[in-house]
């Protein structure tokens, strides 16, 4: 005695077809995903060119600074004013170069803050919409699946 295996084939199709996909949403969500990527990374960017002109502008005062101390002294005291004077130099743009890298870390938190806030307001937006539009076609194909 045999069995022949049901085949769901047209059950799946006909049921598939009853609640229907909508594609739209992943890409809109693509989208909105790679809109996020590229304002983050102009967040980083910025701030990594940001951070490199301090930098760069750190060492070349510290450069200058330097060509004072390496120059020749014509009494022994002046080289340990030269060297006290650049530790002072140093000292103070220390401080300087940490509050600007300082500001551009405060400046990328905020912005990234804003950034999440809105995404996070999109995202429900998109969402809610979502559901409605997805609840208005299941009503609608459980009326028809109903009606026949």
Same mark, same amino acid.
């Given at each position: ?27 809109? #969500? ?17 701030? %990594?060119?940001?951070?490199?002109? $301090?930098?760069? &502008?750190?060492?070349?005062?510290? $450069? %200058? &600074? ?28 220390? #401080? ?32 809610? %919409? ?11 194909? #459980? &009326? ?5």
């Amino acid at each position: 005695m045999a069995t022949k295996t049901p085949d769901f084939t047209k059950t799946m199709t006909e049921m598939m077809s009853a609640f229907p996909m909508d594609m739209s949403a992943m890409n809109d #969500a693509f989208k909105s995903s790679a809109a996020m990527g590229e304002k983050m990374s102009k967040v980083m960017l910025d701030a %990594a060119e940001k951070s490199t002109e $301090i930098s760069s &502008k750190w060492t070349k005062d510290t $450069i %200058a &600074k330097l060509a004072d101390v390496t120059a020749v002294k014509s009494e022994p005291t002046d080289y340990t004013k030269s060297m006290t004077d650049f530790a002072s130099a140093q000292a103070e743009m220390a #401080a300087e170069t940490m509050a600007a890298f300082a500001e551009v870390a405060k400046k990328v938190q905020m912005e990234t803050v804003e950034l999440m806030m809105a995404a996070g307001k999109e995202a429900t937006e998109e969402a809610t %919409a979502a559901v409605k539009k997805a609840t208005a076609e299941v009503t609608t194909a #459980a &009326k028809k699946a109903a009606a026949k």
